[in-house]
C-alpha cells in the first residue's frame, strides 16, 4: 500500500478505481450518513460509474497532493473511512477543506482527530496551505468535537442546502469551523517539548 501518509495508528493512501465497493459499504451505513443524507445511502452507481473518476481526476489536478484519501488502521489494515484535505475547485489553493467520514466501528478511538491533525500538519508545512475550513450540521456534536480537539475554531453558520433538508436538526443550519497557519503554529508550540 502506497501511503500519502502515516500517523500512529493509520495509513492514509490514494483511492483506485477498484476502491468503488469501499465507499458504498461505508455509505450504506445510516448512521455514518445520518447528518449528510438522513440515513440514505449513496447510490452504488455514484461511485461505479463517475465517483472513483472525480476522486482520481482531483488528485490529478493537484499532483497528489490534495484530495480525499482512503483510512487504514495499521494494525489491522482494515479500511476505517476517508479523510479529504482539498480547495474548492476553482477557490485558491492556500485554502483547503477537511472532512472525514469513518466506519461506525472506528468511532470513538480518536481516529478522526489523529488524521485530522495529521492532515492540517501537512497543508500547513507542506503543501502552503494558510487556512483549513471544515462544516458540519449544528446537532452532529462528533465532528464538533474533532474540529475543537484539532484547534479550529467556529466562525459562523450556514444555511442548510435543500438537498439536506430531510437530515436530522436541518432547521439549526450548519457551522463553519476554521484554523490558520498562524494559530496551528500557535498550538503546536504549546505542546513541542522545551529542550534544555
Not at 453558520?157 to 432547521?171: H, I, K, N, Q, S
Request: hydrophobic residues 40%.
Amino acid at each position: 500500500m502506497h501511503a500519502y501518509l502515516d500517523t500512529e495508528r493509520l495509513t492514509l493512501r490514494h483511492f483506485t478505481l477498484d476502491d468503488a465497493d469501499l465507499l458504498i459499504e461505508l455509505d450504506s451505513d445510516p448512521a455514518v450518513m445520518r447528518y449528510l443524507t438522513g440515513g440514505e445511502a449513496t447510490p452504488p452507481e455514484h461511485y461505479r460509474e463517475r465517483g472513483m473518476r472525480n476522486i482520481i481526476a482531483g488528485y490529478e489536478r493537484s499532483g497528489g497532493a490534495f484530495g480525499l484519501f482512503a483510512a487504514h488502521e495499521k494494525a489491522s489494515g482494515a479500511f476505517i473511512g476517508w479523510f479529504h484535505l482539498r480547495p474548492d475547485r476553482d477557490g485558491p489553493l492556500d485554502e483547503a477543506e477537511l472532512g472525514y467520514r469513518l466506519r461506525q466501528a472506528a468511532w470513538g478511538k480518536g481516529y478522526a482527530t489523529e488524521g485530522s491533525r495529521a492532515l492540517l500538519a501537512r497543508g500547513f508545512t507542506e503543501l502552503g496551505v494558510r487556512r483549513v475550513w471544515a462544516d458540519t450540521m449544528v446537532k452532529n456534536d462528533g465532528s464538533r468535537k474533532v474540529m475543537a480537539k484539532v484547534g479550529m475554531t467556529m466562525t459562523g453558520t450556514l444555511e442548510t442546502p435543500p438537498d439536506m433538508l430531510m437530515v436530522e436538526g436541518a432547521e439549526h443550519g450548519g457551522v463553519r469551523y476554521e484554523i490558520t497557519k498562524q494559530q496551528w503554529e500557535s498550538l503546536v508550540d504549546l505542546v513541542r517539548p522545551v529542550r534544555s
